[in-house]
C-alpha cells in the first residue's frame, strides 16, 4: 500500500529514460503515522533530504538517555552543541556564568504598606501547596555528564509534522503584521489569539521574570498550539526588524507529536522572517546547563482542584558582555541568547509581554476547543484558571522590581480571558485562559 503504481503499458522507447530515473529516485517509501503523524507518501529523495538536516542539527552524542514519554535526550559535548554553528557565533567563547544576576530591589516598609494596600487579598494565595516543576526525563535517573548538555533529539517524524523542512522549528511566519493602533506588539491575525499583560512601549527594559503555572490544554488540531509564555521584544512590529525573545511552556502536537506542556524558547532578529527557531532547532542559543533540556516535557503539571505546579523563568542582559540569559527557577541558569543574534535588543528590549497563546484555525468554520492556559476562564480564580505571578522587570541598573503599570488584552474574552491585580504575596499577578469554543464563542 503506498507505493506510487506505475503504469505497465509503457512504449518501449521510454522504458530506459524511466530505468534510469528510477536508479536515481529510487522507490517511494511509506511512512505510517505514529500518533500525530499523518500517514504520507515521502520520496526518498525527501527522506535523505530530512536525514541531511537532522544528521546537522542532532549533535553527536557522549551518552543518550530515554526518557519515558519517548523522548530521546543525547548529552552533547558543550563546544559541538548547535549554537556554535552560527556564522556569527564561529570563535564565540561560551560564557558559564553572567557577569551578575540582576538585584533584587528591598522595598522599605512604608512603600511595601502602601503596595499592599491596593488590594484585598485573594483566598487561597499563600505558596503552600504550589509546587515548582521539573522535567519528565530526569525520573530515568541517569544525568549527562559535567561538559555536555542534553539536547531533545529530533526525528524524522519530527520534521514530516512541519508543513515543509524550511518551516520544521521556525513560527508560522505571520503575513499580515498589520495590527491595531491600540494594540502592544503581539501579530495577530491568521488565527493567533491572545490573553497577556504589557509594559508600556515607551521604557527601555532590560529584562523580564514570571512564575508561570503549568498545565496541559487540549489542542483540537495538530497544527494548533497553546503556549504560556514570556515575550522580550525590541524593534517594531509594522517592519521587518522585530527582535524577540520567548521562553514558556508549549503544548505543539506539530513540534513534538504529542500533547505534554513543554519548556520552551524561542528567538528571532527579523519579525519571524528567516532568523531564529524554537529551542536548539537551529543555530542560536547557548545552553549551559545539563540538567535541563529545552523542549522536554515539564512533569508533573497542575490539576484541577488539585495540586498546582509553576515554573519560574527569568530573562535578563548580561550588564557587561550583553548576552541575553534565561534562569529556570530559583537560580538554575539554563543557557544565553548571544549579543551577536539581535539588532534592536543588542541594546535593550522596549516591551515585554506575559501571557498565553493559541491558535484557532476555524475548522469547519467554528472556533475550535483549543484551550489556553486550563481550559478555565480567568474569574475561575486559583486551582481552576491559570495564573502568572510574581511579574517582574529588569531595570537599566540590573535590578528585579515588580511590573507596575501593565496593560491587558485579549482579542476575544468570549473565547480566552485575562484579569490582573497585585497582593504582596504575589505581586503583579493574572489569571488567564479559556475553553475556546463555547455557546458565547460560536
Ligand atoms: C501514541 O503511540 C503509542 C504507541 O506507539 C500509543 O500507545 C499511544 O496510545 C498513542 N497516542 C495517541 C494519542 O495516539
Ligand atoms: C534510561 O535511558 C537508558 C539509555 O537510553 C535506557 O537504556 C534505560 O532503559 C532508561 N532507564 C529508564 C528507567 O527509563
Given at each position: 500500500?503506498?507505493?506510487?503504481?506505475?503504469?505497465?503499458?509503457?512504449?518501449?522507447?521510454?522504458?530506459l529514460?524511466?530505468?534510469?530515473?528510477?536508479?536515481f529516485?529510487?522507490?517511494?517509501?511509506?511512512?505510517?503515522?505514529?500518533?500525530?503523524?499523518?500517514?504520507?507518501?515521502?520520496?526518498?529523495?525527501?527522506?535523505?533530504?530530512?536525514?541531511?538536516?537532522?544528521?546537522?542539527?542532532?549533535?553527536?552524542?557522549?551518552?543518550?538517555?530515554?526518557?519515558?514519554?519517548?523522548?530521546?535526550?543525547?548529552?552533547?559535548?558543550?563546544?559541538?552543541?548547535?549554537?556554535?554553528?552560527?556564522?556569527?557565533?564561529?570563535?564565540?567563547?561560551?560564557?558559564?556564568?553572567?557577569?551578575?544576576?540582576?538585584?533584587?530591589?528591598?522595598?522599605?516598609?512604608?512603600?511595601?504598606?502602601?503596595?499592599?494596600?491596593?488590594?484585598?487579598?485573594?483566598?487561597?494565595?499563600?505558596?503552600?501547596?504550589?509546587?515548582?516543576?521539573?522535567?519528565?526525563?530526569?525520573?530515568?535517573?541517569?544525568?549527562?555528564?559535567?561538559?555536555?548538555?542534553?539536547?531533545?533529539?529530533?526525528?524524522?517524524?519530527?520534521?514530516?509534522?512541519?508543513?515543509?523542512?524550511?518551516?520544521?522549528?521556525?513560527?508560522?511566519?505571520s503575513?499580515?503584521?498589520?495590527?491595531?493602533?491600540?494594540?502592544?506588539?503581539?501579530?495577530?491575525?491568521?488565527?493567533?489569539?491572545?490573553?497577556?499583560?504589557?509594559?508600556?512601549?515607551?521604557?527601555?527594559?532590560?529584562?523580564?521574570?514570571?512564575?508561570i503555572?503549568?498545565?496541559?490544554?487540549?489542542?483540537?488540531?495538530?497544527?494548533?498550539?497553546?503556549?504560556?509564555?514570556?515575550?522580550?521584544?525590541?524593534?517594531?512590529?509594522?517592519?521587518?526588524?522585530?527582535?524577540?525573545?520567548?521562553?514558556?511552556?508549549q503544548?505543539?502536537?506539530e513540534?513534538?507529536?504529542?500533547?505534554?506542556p513543554?519548556?520552551?524558547?524561542?528567538?528571532t532578529?527579523?519579525?519571524y522572517?528567516?532568523?531564529?527557531?524554537?529551542?536548539?532547532?537551529?543555530?542560536?542559543?547557548?545552553?549551559?546547563?545539563?540538567?535541563?533540556?529545552?523542549?522536554?516535557?515539564?512533569?508533573?503539571?497542575?490539576?484541577?482542584?488539585?495540586?498546582?505546579y509553576?515554573?519560574?523563568?527569568?530573562?535578563?542582559?548580561?550588564?557587561?558582555?550583553?548576552?541575553?540569559?534565561?534562569?529556570?527557577?530559583?537560580?538554575?541558569?539554563?543557557?544565553?541568547?548571544?549579543?551577536?543574534?539581535?539588532?534592536?535588543?543588542?541594546?535593550?528590549?522596549t516591551?515585554?509581554?506575559?501571557g498565553?497563546?493559541?491558535?484557532n484555525?476555524?475548522?469547519?468554520?467554528?472556533?475550535?476547543?483549543?484551550?489556553?492556559?486550563?481550559?478555565?476562564?480567568?474569574?475561575?480564580?486559583?486551582?481552576?484558571?491559570?495564573?502568572?505571578?510574581?511579574?517582574?522587570?529588569?531595570?537599566?541598573?540590573?535590578?528585579?522590581?515588580?511590573?507596575?503599570?501593565?496593560s491587558?488584552?485579549?482579542?476575544?474574552?468570549?473565547?480566552?480571558?485575562?484579569?490582573?491585580?497585585?497582593?504582596?504575596?504575589?505581586?503583579?499577578?493574572?489569571?488567564?485562559?479559556?475553553?475556546?469554543?463555547?455557546?458565547?464563542?460560536?
Amino acid at each position: 500500500m503506498g507505493f506510487v503504481e506505475r503504469k505497465k503499458s509503457f512504449p518501449a522507447l521510454l522504458l530506459l529514460p524511466l530505468a534510469l530515473s528510477l536508479l536515481f529516485l529510487e522507490r517511494f517509501t511509506v511512512i505510517y503515522a505514529l500518533n500525530y503523524t499523518n500517514y504520507k507518501q515521502v520520496s526518498s529523495l525527501r527522506l535523505k533530504r530530512i536525514h541531511r538536516h537532522l544528521d546537522k542539527i542532532n549533535k553527536p552524542a557522549v551518552i543518550t538517555i530515554e526518557s519515558p514519554d519517548g523522548d530521546i535526550i543525547d548529552c552533547v559535548h558543550k563546544r559541538k552543541q548547535p549554537a556554535l554553528d552560527h556564522p556569527l557565533l564561529k570563535n564565540h567563547k561560551i560564557q558559564r556564568v553572567p557577569s551578575e544576576m540582576p538585584r533584587v530591589k528591598v522595598m522599605n516598609k512604608e512603600e511595601e504598606e502602601e503596595e499592599g494596600g491596593k488590594e484585598p487579598k485573594e483566598m487561597m494565595m499563600s505558596n503552600e501547596g504550589v509546587k515548582g516543576a521539573w522535567q519528565l526525563w530526569h525520573t530515568n535517573g541517569t544525568r549527562c555528564p559535567k561538559g555536555t548538555v542534553p539536547i531533545r533529539r529530533s526525528t524524522v517524524h519530527d520534521v514530516l509534522r512541519a508543513k515543509s523542512l524550511f518551516d520544521f522549528g521556525k513560527k508560522q511566519r505571520s503575513l499580515s503584521l498589520a495590527r491595531r493602533s491600540d494594540a502592544p506588539d503581539v501579530v495577530s491575525g491568521k488565527g493567533h489569539e491572545h490573553a497577556i499583560a504589557y509594559t508600556g512601549t515607551s521604557q527601555e527594559v532590560y529584562g523580564a521574570k514570571a512564575t508561570i503555572n503549568v498545565w496541559d490544554p487540549s489542542i483540537q488540531l495538530v497544527n494548533e498550539f497553546s503556549l504560556s509564555q514570556i515575550w522580550v521584544l525590541s524593534g517594531s512590529f509594522d517592519g521587518s526588524d522585530l527582535n524577540s525573545i520567548e521562553a514558556g511552556w508549549q503544548v505543539s502536537p506539530e513540534l513534538y507529536g504529542d500533547s505534554r506542556p513543554r519548556l520552551f524558547t524561542y528567538w528571532t532578529s527579523d519579525s519571524y522572517q528567516a532568523t531564529g527557531c524554537y529551542n536548539l532547532l537551529c543555530a542560536g542559543f547557548v545552553q549551559t546547563n545539563n540538567r535541563i533540556a529545552i523542549g522536554a516535557a515539564i512533569s508533573p503539571v497542575s490539576s484541577y482542584a488539585g495540586n498546582q505546579y509553576d515554573i519560574t523563568i527569568l530573562i535578563w542582559k548580561d550588564p557587561k558582555l550583553g548576552n541575553w540569559w534565561m534562569g529556570f527557577g530559583d537560580n538554575t541558569l539554563v543557557g544565553y541568547w548571544p549579543a551577536e543574534l539581535f539588532t534592536h535588543l543588542a541594546d535593550h528590549a522596549t516591551m515585554v509581554e506575559w501571557g498565553g497563546e493559541v491558535v484557532n484555525s476555524r475548522a469547519n468554520g467554528l472556533h475550535t476547543s483549543t484551550q489556553m492556559g486550563s481550559g478555565h476562564f480567568a474569574e475561575d480564580g486559583f486551582g481552576k484558571a491559570s495564573y502568572f505571578r510574581n511579574l517582574e522587570i529588569v531595570d537599566s541598573d540590573n535590578s528585579l522590581t515588580s511590573a507596575q503599570a501593565i496593560s491587558i488584552l485579549a482579542e476575544n474574552t468570549n473565547c480566552y480571558n485575562i484579569k490582573s491585580s497585585y497582593n504582596n504575596e504575589w505581586g503583579t499577578h493574572f489569571y488567564y485562559g479559556g475553553p475556546g469554543n463555547n455557546p458565547q464563542c460560536p
